[in-house]
């Protein structure tokens, strides 16, 4: 079935690299995403990749996919407190209806 | 063009009661989907519409929930008769079927708590 796990939490120091890794299960996505939440609020889409890249940059953010362990991590430079929120990977599943499936998300902690 | 508006923000119920929420998706996207989030967990697909059709539907969507978008633009979700695990944010999101990423927008959610 279609699944996708995420560690829980993960806490840095402001200025360091943060790395939020996901492993999904359906390897017929078309598209794996990264959603941010911060408290209270709905989800925002911080960036997207389609499946036969590895690598995409943007600004600060960088995604890495490995299509053969089912692997996606966002890294994240510069860590800004503002950063603080919970981060969602999805995947786009085996149907073209556009419903996603997300994982749990990883509370980002940026310490000052 | 201010994205995806969802109404109430938040409804306090009591067990029992029928609750309805409102959904107004970015204008010229014709997907809208409904996904309940709880706490600590990430949201969960309930059902979703290409315009006015109701084309798939979770079977987290119990008999007592039902969905509506008529004439193909804004879209209810009313619950009857809740329950307290009904309890949870209901989040309402749009696309455009044209755009190849499917790129979904998300609303600010409705917090349903059940009394």
């Known amino acids: 079935g279609e699944d996708v796990e995420q560690s829980l939490f993960l806490s840095v120091r402001e200025g360091d690299s943060s790395v939020i890794n996901c492993t999904y299960t359906?390897?017929?996505?078309?598209?794996l995403y990264w959603y941010k939440q911060e408290p209270g609020a709905g989800l925002q889409l911080l960036t997207y990749i389609f499946s036969n890249m590895d690598m995409k940059q943007d600004q600060r953010l960088t995604v890495l996919l490995n299509k053969k362990d089912k692997h996606l991590s966002l890294r994240i430079a510069d860590t800004q407190t503002g950063d603080s929120a919970i981060y969602f990977c999805a995947e786009s599943g085996s149907s073209n209806t556009g419903k996603l499936i997300f994982g749990q998300g990883t509370t980002l902690q940026v310490k000052p | 063009d201010t994205g995806v508006s969802q109404n109430p923000r938040h409804k306090i119920t009591k067990r029992g009661q029928n609750v309805t929420f409102r959904c107004d998706p970015i204008s010229e996207h014709n997907r809208l989907y409904w996904y309940r989030q709880t706490l600590g967990q990430g949201p969960e697909f309930l059902t979703y519409?290409?315009?006015?059709?109701?084309?798939?539907k979770s079977r987290l969507l119990s008999d007592r929930f039902s969905a509506e978008r008529p004439k193909g633009s804004f879209s209810t979700l009313e619950i009857q008769r809740t329950e307290q695990g009904d309890s949870a944010m209901y989040l309402c999101?749009?696309?455009?079927?044209?755009?190849?990423?499917?790129?979904?927008?998300f609303g600010q959610g409705t917090r349903l708590t059940v009394v």
């Open positions: 359906d390897s017929s996505s078309t598209y």
């Open positions: 519409f290409q315009n006015e059709a109701q084309l798939e």
């Open positions: 999101a749009s696309s455009d079927i044209r755009k190849a990423n499917t790129e979904a927008f």
